[in-house]
């Protein structure tokens, strides 16, 4: 690709798609100003499973200081993890990081010996390798870091504070010698989560979006003295790490270390233009920030650290499929030259034709919000309904985002599994966070335990369930995070025996449908509305749906109707999975 200032950037690929040379020169066929080679197996060893092996930097003479080409070699553990990053130029070693990580995934430097050598001399542990509780993945307490109770630092071992909005959201930044309630910079976000003005004692900046929430224009208060066009040209990672003026000249470089911080060898020289690059954009395509943090959109990252310095929001980011992703502080999987997570949200594998772009970034914010929402869907950065197609979804436009419960009315199956009243009379279930929690055999087929609020993925209950019935769900925002949260306190604590265990199944009082009665009265007087009486008759699955429709829809309580089609009622692909139920309850 052709620059507008005349220089050329060049990419080549293997078979696989992973990007094998990145070049920046005078023309296609001289790579001259810049030139990165990537390999991604060891020696000739067919063992490429993703992972960079080995990058080469060169950088040509400017004026009479020399270039050089830079060898860094990575090394691995067996979960993918980056163990040691090693850098050499004309056979000397120039750095190294080596890293050490617990069960959990909490990286840190070793320190032993010359294992690493990128740590200031008689550098502070707390600030730049504090050790990590195995319990809470946490910094340890005694090292100077605080947490608010969402688990976002609100102290650093330098002394630097931060205030989050009610999002979790970085909205003020505190140097260390400020012990006042004015922060140093603040952050100002719109509806949507962008963030849309920065304010700092030297410079106040707003951030302009285009439809699809892609930054396209910043406007700041603190003008260049000579303005001027600037060309980045990144690497694999969207790093950058050349610039070029208008008139096609090299005004800086920078390369970067395993996570992110900036490579300083006597080789970098300000002859060779390696300076602060003087861009907001840096590693990944984050964008600096004071208290060497980095503005990761979703949340901070630290690049010393190299992790968050607040929890991932996204709760589908964390799957059984890899523990490691229960570490909701960890980048990328501790695996910085495989994956980039440019939301702050999750992963995202770097490299080939599956970097991040913005169909990429509408697939990642789906997933977000069908996990707060409890349902599939396709969504907008904003949580607005783009399309969907399992379920169909109609959705109020004036719903306000919260962190809500879907009811799921089910209806009685046409393929009766025996014994299961579920089958006979209907059933209910529910949806958050995009877990399902339910009181029935369906439920415990997939995860193997008899309780009724031991959660699975609603996609594995729904596709299950409709098998055999069709379902309406009604996600449910009673227009207060108060107010949700006790309904949904009541209906997961439903069945509690006040002995840590929980209480048999009934027809009459306890079963799938008086979870919904007793939350619901538990918030009736918050609502003005009169509670029903949890007597000797039950209500059945449908009288719930009725009560949904006829009292909650018409209040504005019902902000979501999904449709659950039933996929198998003749086949016998559920028939042949009918158990006896032979010694249990039935529980509907």
């Known amino acids: ?218 406007y700041s208060t603190a003008l260049a003295t000579t303005p001027q066009t600037s060309y980045l040209t990144a690497d694999h990672l969207g790093s950058p790490r050349v610039i070029t003026d208008q008139n096609g000249a090299v005004t800086g470089r920078k390369d970067y270390a395993a996570f992110g911080d900036e490579t300083v060898t006597s080789q970098r020289t300000a002859g060779l233009s390696y300076n602060s690059l003087n861009v907001r954009q840096d590693y990944t395509g984050y964008q600096k920030e004071e208290g060497g943090l980095q503005y990761a959109q979703a949340r901070f990252y630290n690049a010393m650290q190299g992790r968050f310095s607040s929890v991932d929001p996204l709760t589908a980011s964390a799957s059984i499929r890899n523990p490691q992703t229960f570490n909701r502080y960890s980048y990328v999987l501790n695996s910085p030259y495989k994956f980039t997570d440019p939301l702050g949200l999750t992963p995202a594998k770097k490299g080939n034709d599956n970097d991040d772009n913005p169909k990429k970034d509408a697939q990642r914010w789906s ?99 409709s098998k055999t019935s069709a379902g309406t769900g009604y996600i449910l925002d009673f227009g207060s995070d108060a107010i949700n949260e006790k309904f949904w306190n009541t209906l997961y604590h439903a069945y509690d025996d006040g002995n840590g265990g929980q209480v048999e199944y009934s027809l009459t009082s306890d079963n799938c449908g008086h979870a919904f009665l007793r939350a619901m009265n538990k918030i009736a007087g918050d609502l003005k509305l009169p509670t029903r009486e949890e007597g000797s008759i039950p209500f059945t699955p449908a009288q719930h749906g009725e009560y949904i429709l006829s009292v909650l829809q018409p209040k504005g309580y019902v902000v979501q109707i999904n449709s659950y089609s039933q996929s198998g009622a003749t086949g016998a692909g559920r028939a042949n999975r009918a158990v006896e139920a032979v010694g249990k309850k039935p529980r509907p």
């Open 1 to 218: 690709m052709q620059l507008g200032n005349g220089r050329w950037e060049t990419a080549s690929y293997n078979n696989r798609l992973q990007v094998t040379q990145i070049g920046l020169g005078v023309t296609d066929a001289t790579p001259n100003l810049l030139k990165l080679k990537y390999k991604y197996n060891t020696g000739s060893n067919a063992d490429n499973n993703g992972g960079l092996r080995e990058q080469k930097i060169t950088v040509p003479n400017a004026g009479t200081d020399t270039g050089f080409t830079a060898t860094q070699a990575y090394a691995y553990d067996d979960l993918n993890r980056l163990l040691s990053a090693t850098e050499t130029i004309s056979s000397s070693q120039t750095w190294k990081q080596t890293f050490t990580y617990d069960r959990y995934g909490n990286r840190n430097f070793n320190t032993s010996g010359a294992n690493t050598t990128t740590l200031p001399s008689s550098f502070n542990p707390d600030i730049y390798n504090p050790t990590i509780s195995t319990s809470t993945n946490r910094f340890s307490s005694g090292q100077g870091y605080t947490y608010d109770a969402n688990g976002a630092v609100t102290q650093d071992a330098a002394g630097q504070r931060f205030g989050y909005d009610a999002e979790s959201r970085q909205k003020e930044f505190f140097e260390a010698s400020n012990s006042g309630s004015s922060p140093d910079a603040t952050s100002v976000y719109d509806g949507e989560g962008r963030r849309v003005k920065k304010v700092s004692a030297t410079e106040t900046t707003v951030f302009v979006y285009d439809a699809s929430s892609k930054l396209v224009a910043e």
């Open 367 to 465: 997933l977000f919000w069908s996990t707060v929402y409890g349902v599939e869907g396709n969504y907008r950065k904003d949580g607005s309904v783009i399309s969907a197609t399992s379920p169909s979804m109609t959705r109020s436009p004036s719903y306000t985002r919260r962190v809500v419960t879907q009811v799921i009315i089910w209806s009685k199956a046409n393929v009766v599994k025996t014994g299961e009243v579920s089958s006979m009379l209907g059933h209910v279930s529910y949806i958050r966070r995009g877990h399902s929690y339910s009181w029935d055999d369906y439920h415990d087929e997939i995860t193997g335990e008899s309780e009724w609020n031991y959660d699975v993925d609603a996609s594995d209950y729904t596709k299950d369930r």
